[in-house]
T-cell receptor, first 115, second 116 residues
Framework: EPEVTQTPSHQVTQMGQEVILRCVPI?????FYWYRQILGQKVEFLVS????????KSEIFDDQFSVERPDGSNFTLKIRSTKLEDSAMYFCASSRQGAMGQPQHFGDGTRLSIL | AQKVTQAQTEISVVEKEDVTLDCVYE???????LFWYKQPPSGELVFLIR??????QNEISGRYSWNFQKSTSSFNFTITASQVVDSAVYFCALINSGGSNYKLTFGKGTLLTVNP
């Protein structure tokens, strides 16, 4: 069964450094998402992306964050000048359509640790 | 704004017991979908079930069943004859139309531990 893949599984970065988290969505999916889960807390929406542009972003997704689909398969989340509070599990998800009933399929996540 | 509340932080049962996970949601929209996701200890999020706001028929799928009641804004999830492999955090989530591009709003999750 096709799945969303995320790399790396664990990223350790010094505070202030830039980090890029990578995702390969399911191939026939058109809508892409990033979510964040701080340890022990709920999963929070960051951003949705469709047709090569951001369609919605949360208040968490400030100027420090950016997303890109650099080619036909990858979807990336860049965090500039990381902060300690950026430490979390970051999940990429994709869905075939943007319709509400279409389930979003998640990757295994990237655990980001900021030192 | 929408909100999902999972009042049960942790549940512990013995294998073969039935267990029900509670979920209460808030939304002003009449059109929405509800989901359950499972997060095993390995960390990934696994889609389990979805239900739309127009279909209150409750269903059973294998050992899983769900009880959707609009009158009480609840979407409870039951695992019958629980197994150790069911141990995970279970998240209830909501999508509604309210101007959003269908972002998922999650509850805080319920940690289910099934003991042998």
């Amino acid at each position: 069964e096709p799945e969303v893949t995320q790399t790396p599984s664990h990223q350790v970065t010094q505070m202030g450094q830039e980090v890029i988290l990578r995702c390969v969505p399911i191939s026939n999916h058109l809508y892409f998402y990033w979510y964040r889960q701080i340890l022990g807390q709920k999963v929070e929406f960051l951003v949705s992306f469709y047709n090569n542009e951001i369609s919605e972003k949360s208040e968490i997704f400030d100027d420090q964050f950016s997303v890109e689909r650099p080619d036909g398969s990858n979807f990336t989340l860049k965090i500039r000048s990381t902060k300690l509070e950026d430490s979390a599990m970051y999940f990429c998800a994709s869905s075939r359509q943007g319709a509400m009933g279409q389930p979003q399929h998640f990757g295994d996540g990237t655990r980001l640790s900021i030192l | 704004a929408q909100k999902v509340t999972q009042a049960q932080t942790e549940i512990s049962v013995v294998e073969k017991e039935d267990v029900t996970l509670d979920c209460v949601y808030e939304t002003r929209d009449t059109t929405y979908y509800l989901f359950w996701y499972k997060q095993p200890p390995s960390g990934e999020l696994v889609f389990l079930i979805r239900r739309n706001s127009f279909d209150e028929q409750n269903e059973i799928s294998g050992r899983y069943s769900w009880n959707f009641q609009k009158s009480t804004s609840s979407f409870n999830f039951t695992i019958t004859a629980s197994q150790v492999v069911d141990s995970a955090v279970y998240f209830c989530a909501l999508i509604n139309s309210g101007g959003s591009n269908y972002k998922l709003t999650f509850g805080k999750g319920t940690l289910l531990t099934v003991n042998p």
